[in-house]
C-alpha cells in the first residue's frame, strides 16, 4: 500500500480527497503543523506527496523546495493558483507535475499512478546510454562525465533518455511530453521547458555543455 502525504490547510477539500484516495487503497497522511511541514514528512515517510501551493505560515514552493533537500520522493502540486507563473515555479522548485483545482477524481488517480508506476517500478537490470564522453545510468538516474557524477530529477532523466535514445534524430516538444506524463491533455508546455533548462545546468555542471540543441519549432536534439 502506497502512502500519500497530503498537504491541504482546506479541511473539507483535504478529508473528501484523503477519503476517495483511501477508496482506491492508499494510505493518506493528512498534514496538520503547516510550520513544521518536513518534520510532518519525515514522520510519514511517504511515497508520494500532494501539495497546495496557498497555505499558512509558508506556500507550497518553500515546502517542496524544503523536501527536495532531503528526498526525491515524486511531488504533485495540487492548487487553484494555477496561473503560468506558479506553474513554472512549482516545476523549479522541484515538482513533478501539477493539476488544478477544481478537479476531477479520475485526473487525479490518473496523475498519481503515473507518478507512482515511473518511480518504483525497477525491475530492469542498470541500462547505460552513452552522452560524448559521459554515460547516463537510466537505473539510478546519474550520468557520469569529464567533470563529475551529477543526479538527475526522474523527469531530467526521461529527457535525456528519450533524446539519447534517438541520438541524432529530433525529438519533438509533443514526444517528450508524452514520456514524461504518458498524456499531453493536461500539460502546460512551460514545464516542459523548466525541465529542459534544469538538465542542461547539469549537463554543463558534469562537463558536457551545449549537449542538448534547441531546433525552434521542432524540438530537441543530441548529436
Known amino acids: 500500500m502506497y502512502r500519500i502525504f497530503m498537504v491541504e490547510d482546506d479541511t473539507v477539500i483535504a478529508r473528501v480527497t484523503a477519503q476517495q484516495l483511501e477508496s482506491w487503497g ?23 506527496v500532494l501539495l497546495d ?4 505560515f509558508y506556500n507550497g514552493h518553500h515546502w517542496c523546495s524544503e523536501i527536495r533537500k532531503v528526498s ?21 522548485m522541484g515538482g513533478d507535475d501539477f493539476v488544478a483545482k477544481p478537479f476531477e ?7 498519481i499512478q503515473a507518478l507512482l508506476r515511473r518511480t ?5 537490470p542498470a541500462q547505460l546510454l552513452a552522452c560524448g564522453g559521459a554515460a547516463l545510468n537510466v537505473s539510478d538516474a546519474t550520468l557520469h562525465g569529464p567533470a563529475g557524477q551529477v543526479e538527475l530529477t526522474r ?19 509533443s514526444a517528450l511530453m508524452t514520456r514524461l506524463w ?32 534547441t531546433k525552434k519549432g521542432e524540438g530537441y536534439l543530441v548529436e
Open 53 to 56: 501551493i496557498t497555505l499558512p
Open 105 to 111: 477524481m479520475p485526473v487525479l488517480i490518473a496523475k
Open 182 to 213: 504518458e498524456s499531453d491533455s493536461y500539460i502546460d508546455e512551460n514545464t516542459l521547458t523548466v525541465n529542459v533548462t534544469r538538465l542542461r545546468k547539469k549537463l554543463e555542471q558534469a562537463g558536457l555543455a551545449d549537449c542538448i540543441h
Open 26 to 48: 492508499y494510505a493518506v497522511t493528512l498534514a496538520q503543523d503547516f510550520e513544521h511541514v518536513t518534520a510532518e514528512f519525515a514522520a510519514c515517510s511517504p511515497q508520494l
Open 120 to 124: 518504483y517500478d525497477f525491475g530492469a
Open 155 to 173: 523527469n531530467e532523466c526521461r529527457i535525456l533518455q528519450l533524446l539519447l535514445e534517438n541520438k541524432g534524430r529530433i525529438v519533438s516538444r
Open 72 to 92: 526525491k520522493v515524486p511531488i504533485l502540486f495540487l492548487s487553484s493558483a494555477c496561473d503560468n507563473m506558479n506553474i513554472v515555479m512549482a516545476m523549479t
